[in-house]
């Protein structure tokens, strides 16, 4: 919707300084999505600028499992599947979902892993597999570090954004963040209302976020991205 102002509780801090600057796309948030957005992007001609709001990525430990429609998105990619599953747990440490009275109490039950075995490579060219988040958001900094089509600047937050005819003008502010490890989560489901407007689009947990039962939310990022990314080449 041409005009519409968009905004984050974001709140410029003392000290912090302003800057306008021109890129084809800016993503916002250095975690998954955004990372994989700008690697996408890259691979199909588009440069970007991704802004993080902090200096450093928390380590706080959230998804493990990507899905074989994930890995499949990043070999397309020529992200290599072989080296996300060294850096992930191996199949034979991750294969069994057990019950136990307390982390060093008994076992009194164990399930085989969803989609983890042998025959599910009848059906998917991938398995799933479990790879720490942190470790994985490491890796795709990794693959745009020295990438001349995105830049990663960490410390920096949106503010606000207002878009018309003539394109998006996004204010963002360094942040002067001192925060060691913070990152509140509540076990919540929501979906935005809308997922774009005009130029400005959602994708990841900023347009729905799940419960992490069944690993929904990254994975669902992933594919919101694969498709964003194709649609922004497609407009270019
Ligand atoms: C305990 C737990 C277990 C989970 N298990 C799974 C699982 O097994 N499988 C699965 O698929 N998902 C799982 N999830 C969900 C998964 O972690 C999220 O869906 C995923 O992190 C979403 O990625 P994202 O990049 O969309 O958003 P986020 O990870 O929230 O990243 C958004 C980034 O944007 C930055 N940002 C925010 N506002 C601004 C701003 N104004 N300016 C600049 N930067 C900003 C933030 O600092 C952050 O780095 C789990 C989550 C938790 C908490």
Known sequence: MPGQTFTTTEQPTPGSSETLETTPVL???????????????SKLGIESIVIEKYPERLGAPKDHALSPRSLEICRQFGLDTIAIRKLGT?????YWVNFVTNLSGDQVGRLPYERMGP?????????????????????LTDQLSGDPRVELRTGI?????????GG????????????LSYRPWL????????????????????AHSFP??????????IADVHNIAYTIAAVQ
């Open 119 to 139: 025959a599910t490579l009848k059906a998917n060219p991938e398995m799933i597999h479990n790879i720490p988040q942190p470790v994985f958001e490491q890796y």
């Open 90 to 94: 191996p199949r034979t440490d991750a």
């Open 212 to 221: 992490p039962t069944a690993g929904l939310g990254l994975n669902s990022g």
């Open 187 to 206: 076990l919540s489901r929501k979906v935005a209302k809308q997922y774009n407007i005009a130029n400005v689009l959602l994708a990841g947990d900023a």
């Open 27 to 41: 993503v916002v948030g250095a975690e998954p999505t955004g990372l994989l957005l700008a690697y996408l992007l």
């Open 168 to 179: 998006v003008v996004i204010v963002w502010v360094c942040s002067t963040y001192s925060i």
């Open 157 to 165: 937050a949106f503010i606000t954004c207002t878009q018309d005819s």
